[in-house]
């Protein structure tokens, strides 16, 4: 018989991140860009990080993306992440500019390589839905 998972730890909802984490539960991932200077950021600030502008517009991803970097987790820091043994934490970067760190999913099969092309894939962790990523 198998042990049940425990809960992962739920993200603070705050004002600003709220919609975020409303438009993944409809299955759409978001990202906020400035409208002075078209830089494009994750996660949510109520500021540019590149200008400091306060003029800016939530866009959804195409949920296309490219893996930056990764590291596998073999020890787990958190009983949430015992049974999920061993998982992957990636710098993904989507094709619309903004990096976030998220999971790769699916890859037991081949190696990850660096600028690997990454599809994104919404998945439900209890009350919450969580933005992971599976290779091309």
């Known amino acids: 018989m198998s042990e049940a998972l425990t809960p992962i730890p739920v993200p603070e909802m705050t004002e600003l991140s709220r919609p975020f984490w409303d438009a993944l539960r409809q299955g759409t991932l978001t990202f906020q860009?400035?409208?002075a200077c078209g830089h494009a950021w994750l996660p949510a600030r109520s500021e540019c990080p590149s200008c400091l502008g306060n003029a800016?517009?939530?866009e959804a991803s195409t949920g296309n993306a490219r893996l930056v970097s990764w590291v596998v987790y073999h020890?787990?820091?958190h009983p949430a992440f015992k049974q999920r043994l061993p998982y992957t934490v990636?710098?993904?970067q989507l094709d619309e500019g903004p990096?976030?760190?998220s999971n790769i999913v699916g890859a037991e099969a081949a190696p990850l390589q660096i600028d690997q092309r990454l599809?994104?894939?919404i998945e439900n962790e209890g009350?919450?839905?969580v933005p992971r990523?599976?290779?091309v």
């Open 56 to 58: 800016w517009q939530r």
């Open 75 to 77: 020890q787990p820091y």
């Open 90 to 92: 990636a710098a993904v």
């Open 133 to 135: 990523f599976t290779p």
């Open 119 to 121: 599809r994104l894939r």
């Open 99 to 101: 990096r976030m760190i």
């Open 127 to 129: 009350e919450i839905s």
């Open 33 to 35: 860009r400035c409208r």
